[in-house]
Structures are given as C-alpha cells and as structure tokens.
C-alpha cells in the first residue's frame, strides 16, 4: 500500500487500519494495538467492528452507518521499535476519542506525518551506542579500563550498522554481523592495550543486541492467550540468540590469538561507592537504549531514573539474600508499577516507560549465555543460564501483569467513587 493511495483514502477503516499498523511496526503489544484499533473505529461510526492482529497481520471487520460491511487486511512491514512514533498514535487515539480532530482527511494527514517522522541524527545514534555499551559494561561489574573498550566497541558497532542498515534487512544476518564485529572490535583493542578481560568488553556492547524484550513480550503474550505472537516473538528471541552466538564463536575461531570466554563473569559488589557507580552507569546504560529505541527526550531522565532504581534494588537483595528471583520480581514490581503512574501523569502508554526502564533486568544476557555455552561444550553453564533466563522471564510477566491488574482495578474504583 503506496504513500501516494494513502492520501487518496479517507473511508474511517483505511484510519483504523493504518493506526493499527503503525502501533505493530512502533512494536506496540497486541492487546494495545487492538484496543486503540477498537477506540478508535466506534469514534468513527464503524458498528460491530472486530479485529484480530497476529505477528505483521491485522485483519477487520465491520459495518457501516447504512450497515455495509467493510473489512480490510494488511501485512505489516517488520517491526522496527519507535516509541516517539507510538507515542504520537496513543496521542491521536486520545484526541478522536476526545472529540478534538474527527475530521477522516485530518486524521490521515496526522497518520502521514507520524510514517514519516524524520529518524534521529548519526550522531545521537552513535552517542548511544558508545553510552550504551560502556554503561551497561560497567553495571555488570566491569573495571573502568573495560567499560572504556565496550563504549568503544559499541562506537564501531554503531558505525558498522550506519553503514549496513541499507543493504542487510534480513534480521538474523544482521546480528550475527553485529555480534562478530563487537568481538573482532573488542579482541583488537584488548590485544593493542584498551581493557583487561575480553568477557566483561563483549557482554557490555552485546547488550545493545541481546533480545530480551522480545522474550519477555514472548512470555506477555502467551500470559494473554496470544500463542501465535508469543511463539513467534519466543522463536525471534531464541534466532537472536543463536545468531549473536554464531558471530561470537566464528571470530573467536578465527582470531589465533583470542581463548574462548569458557566460563560465565560474574561479580560481587566491594563497597557502597561501587554499588553508587554501577547503579548510575545503569542509568547511563537505560538512557542511551531508550535513544536507539526513539523514546521521545522528554521522557529520557525519568526512564533513567527507573533503569538506574531496578538496578539499583536488584543488586541489593541479590548481595544481601542472594535470591535472584525475588530481585528480579521486587525490582520488575516496583518499575512497573512506577511506569503505570508516569503513564497516567504524562498521558502516554506505559510501554515507553516500562520496556525501556526494566531493561537491565530483561533475561535476554542469559539467554544469549546459554546458546554461547551450548555451542562452546559448556553444557553445565549453558543449563544454569537457560534456567536463569526463563525464571527472569516469567518473574517479570508476572510483576508486570499483577499492576496491570492492580491499576485496572484501582482505576475502575476511582471511576465509580467520583461517579
């Protein structure tokens, strides 16, 4: 479907499918995707409208005022995150709903302009990827010396993909690209003097790659009765996995005088200066992926803010209790309720605040650790990760899914008491 037909169509479902499609391709959930679909469609006058999205689908359904049917379909392009975009339609649903813009011609034209929002500067891309990759380094428990060859490591990355991005657009390819250079990057600086340990360089730049969101989003999914979605999103996060691992292992291989990383890094907080400094290099961290996910500026110190208090909370109960489930559900807990009232103030889907903040928390390193060890030999370690992986998925879901029972029922109150 052409930018140019676009402007010609103006029928209220050609509006609701389009808003829908921008939703899915801005990586929006399901069930928003649908619901804002639903809004929408009744404020336009379409009767008995029904609709069913899967993974790059959107199928509809529904009657006009003289009962026609319409019904329309769409295959979505792939999905490429934008909250800025995503934003913008959540902005707009509020504003037909509201009675502000009900004119069809008005509400393509604002479609256009949200399709076609400029993307960010190379610079700024480049500036998250250097921040990225070294603050997340350094939240993991690296030395000063590593997380300065991970934000290095990151910085080439990011230049790599400038250059890749218009010629590879198959997703796996892409990754295992992206993986071989963090590797062949960080093994060149480790041997020419930048950086120490070659595990803690490489786990700090992969972060910017590991597909955590979508394991979680995958467990989301199935907790909502959308298997075909969540199985899709599980089989997208486990070729992820496999992909970055692939790169990792073939440059290692190639590379003579590198070892392979045969044993997991881990490590312990010293002092409450290094816990200060691994929690605001989490925030670091937060704040340069929530730019190459497009989350609009205004949000950036908040969702800062929130990546730095889940880390922050998850490092204390893990070194005080050494209950890593727990951490991870206290932590996932207390953002996810935090996301729910910053969505509420700021008017905005908690999605932006939540999928970004709860980013350090995401099992999407484990994951990626256990497809490393399997294909290493290190069956026993790639085990123990897989085990961490799917607990930290599922304890995530269930926190976030308890407030967003919470909120809808803490809400429904507040209607019928001001009622």
Same mark, same amino acid.
């Given at each position: 479907?052409?930018?140019?037909?676009?402007?010609?169509?103006?029928?209220?479902?050609?509006?609701?499918?389009?808003?829908?499609?921008?939703?899915?391709?801005?990586?929006?959930?399901?069930?928003?995707?649908? !619901? /804002?679909?639903?809004?929408?469609?009744?404020?336009?006058?379409?009767?008995?409208?029904?609709?069913?999205?899967?993974?790059?689908?959107?199928?509809?359904?529904?009657?006009?005022?003289?009962?026609?049917?319409?019904?329309?379909?769409? /295959?979505?392009?792939?999905?490429?995150?934008?909250?800025?975009?995503?934003?913008?339609?959540?902005?707009?649903?509020?504003?037909?709903?509201?009675? !502000?813009?009900?004119?069809?011609?008005?509400?393509?034209?604002?479609? @256009?302009?949200?399709?076609?929002?400029?993307?960010?500067?190379?610079?700024?891309?480049?500036?998250?990827?250097?921040?990225?990759?070294?603050?997340?380094?350094?939240?993991?428990?690296?030395?000063?010396?590593?997380?300065?060859?991970?934000?290095?490591?990151?910085?080439?990355?990011?230049?790599?993909?400038?250059?890749?991005?218009?010629?590879?657009?198959?997703?796996?390819?892409?990754?295992?690209?992206?993986?071989?250079?963090?590797?062949?990057?960080?093994?060149?600086?480790?041997?020419?003097?930048?950086?120490?340990?070659?595990?803690?360089? %490489?786990?700090?730049?992969?972060?910017?790659?590991?597909?955590?969101?979508?394991?979680?989003?995958?467990?989301?999914?199935?907790?909502?009765?959308?298997?075909?979605?969540?199985?899709?999103?599980?089989?997208?996060?486990?070729?992820?996995?496999?992909?970055?691992?692939?790169?990792?292992?073939?440059?290692?291989?190639?590379?003579?005088?590198?070892?392979?990383?045969?044993?997991?890094?881990?490590?312990?907080?010293?002092?409450?200066?290094?816990?200060?400094?691994?929690?605001?290099?989490?925030?670091?961290?937060?704040?340069?992926?929530?730019?190459?996910?497009? %989350?609009?500026?205004?949000?950036?110190?908040?969702?800062?803010?929130?990546?730095?208090?889940?880390?922050?909370?998850?490092?204390?109960?893990?070194?005080?209790?050494?209950?890593?489930?727990?951490?991870?559900?206290?932590?996932?807990?207390?953002?996810?309720?935090?996301?729910?009232?910053?969505?509420?103030?700021?008017?905005?889907?908690?999605?932006?605040?939540?999928?970004?903040?709860?980013?350090?928390?995401?099992?999407?390193?484990?994951?990626?650790?256990?497809?490393?060890?399997?294909?290493?030999?290190?069956?026993?370690?790639?085990?123990?990760?897989?085990?961490?992986?799917?607990?930290?998925?599922?304890?995530?879901?269930?926190?976030?899914?308890?407030? @967003?029972?919470?909120?809808?029922?803490?809400?429904?109150?507040?209607?019928?008491? /001001?009622?």
């Amino acid at each position: 479907m052409s930018k140019i037909r676009r402007k010609a169509e103006t029928t209220a479902m050609e509006v609701v499918v389009w808003a829908g499609e921008l939703l899915m391709e801005s990586g929006a959930e399901i069930y928003r995707i649908e !619901d /804002t679909m639903k809004i929408i469609a009744k404020r336009l006058g379409i009767q008995n409208f029904e609709t069913y999205v899967v993974n790059q689908g959107i199928i509809t359904s529904g009657l006009d005022a003289d009962d026609n049917h319409l019904g329309k379909t769409y /295959t979505t392009k792939d999905v490429s995150i934008h909250m800025g975009k995503l934003e913008a339609v959540n902005a707009l649903s509020r504003q037909i709903v509201n009675g !502000d813009v009900t004119d069809l011609r008005e509400i393509s034209q604002r479609l @256009q302009e949200i399709e076609n929002y400029p993307k960010q500067s190379v610079s700024l891309t480049l500036f998250a990827y250097f921040f990225g990759a070294g603050g997340f380094s350094m939240a993991l428990g690296s030395s000063w010396a590593d997380a300065l060859a991970s934000a290095l490591t990151g910085l080439i990355l990011g230049y790599v993909f400038h250059l890749i991005s218009h010629r590879v657009h198959a997703g796996f390819i892409h990754t295992i690209i992206g993986s071989a250079v963090i590797t062949f990057s960080a093994s060149l600086l480790l041997r020419f003097g930048f950086g120490q340990n070659l595990g803690p360089i %490489v786990l700090g730049a992969l972060m910017i790659l590991i597909p955590g969101a979508f394991f979680v989003n995958s467990i989301r999914e199935f907790s909502q009765n959308n298997y075909s979605t969540g199985l899709t999103l599980l089989m997208s996060a486990l070729l992820s996995c496999i992909s970055l691992s692939v790169g990792v292992v073939s440059i290692l291989e190639i590379l003579p005088f590198v070892e392979q990383m045969g044993s997991a890094f881990t490590s312990t907080l010293n002092s409450p200066l290094e816990l200060i400094i691994r929690t605001a290099t989490a925030a670091i961290g937060t704040m340069a992926f929530a730019i190459l996910y497009q %989350v609009p500026r205004k949000y950036l110190l908040h969702i800062g803010i929130l990546g730095g208090l889940s880390w922050l909370i998850y490092l204390l109960i893990v070194e005080g209790f050494q209950l890593d489930a727990v951490a991870v559900f206290v932590s996932s807990l207390i953002v996810a309720f935090c996301s729910r009232l910053l969505a509420v103030h700021k008017k905005c889907p908690m999605t932006i605040f939540l999928s970004t903040s709860i980013f350090p928390l995401i099992p999407g390193l484990s994951f990626y650790r256990a497809v490393y060890f399997i294909l290493v030999g290190s069956n026993e370690i790639a085990l123990e990760h897989m085990r961490t992986s799917f607990v930290t998925a599922f304890t995530i879901a269930i926190a976030i899914g308890l407030i @967003q029972l919470l909120s809808v029922h803490i809400f429904r109150f507040r209607r019928q008491k /001001t009622s």
